[in-house]
C-alpha cells in the first residue's frame, strides 16, 4: 500500500504564498510521475503541475510563472510552492504520484484565496 499525506493549505489574501508538501510512505520502488490536481467547487478537476525525474515540470497556463513544483526523492516528497495567488486559485489540491503502474491520490488539502 502507498500513502500520500499533504500539508500546506490554508487561507490567504490575495498575492500571498503557501507551499503544499505532499509525502509518500509504504511500498515504493519509484515514482514517476508526481503532481498535482485541484478542483474547484461546481469545476471540473485540472492538472495543476507534474514532475517526472529527468524532465521538465509541466503546468496548467493558469499557473506558469507563479507555482513551482520540485521534488525530493530522498524523502518521496514533492512540494508546490505556489506564489502571488489569486482567488481563481481556490480549489481543494490533491496530490498524486503513479507507483509500479498505480495511481495513488491524497486525500486533499484546502487552498482559500481571498480577495
Known amino acids: 500500500q502507498v500513502q500520500l499525506v499533504e500539508s500546506g493549505g490554508g487561507l490567504v489574501q490575495a498575492g500571498g504564498s503557501l507551499r503544499l508538501s505532499c509525502a509518500a510512505s509504504g511500498s515504493i520502488f519509484s515514482i514517476d510521475p508526481m503532481g498535482w490536481y485541484r478542483q474547484a467547487p461546481g469545476k471540473q478537476r485540472e492538472l495543476v503541475a507534474a514532475v517526472i525525474s529527468g524532465v521538465s515540470p509541466n503546468y496548467a497556463d493558469s499557473v506558469k510563472g507563479r507555482f513551482t513544483i520540485s521534488r525530493d526523492n530522498a524523502k518521496n516528497t514533492v512540494y508546490l510552492q505556489m506564489d502571488r495567488l489569486k482567488p481563481e486559485d481556490t480549489a481543494l489540491y490533491y496530490c498524486?504520484?503513479?507507483?509500479?503502474?498505480?495511481?495513488?491520490w491524497g486525500q486533499g488539502t484546502q487552498v482559500t484565496v481571498s480577495s
Open positions: 498524486v504520484a503513479d507507483v509500479r503502474f498505480q495511481r495513488y
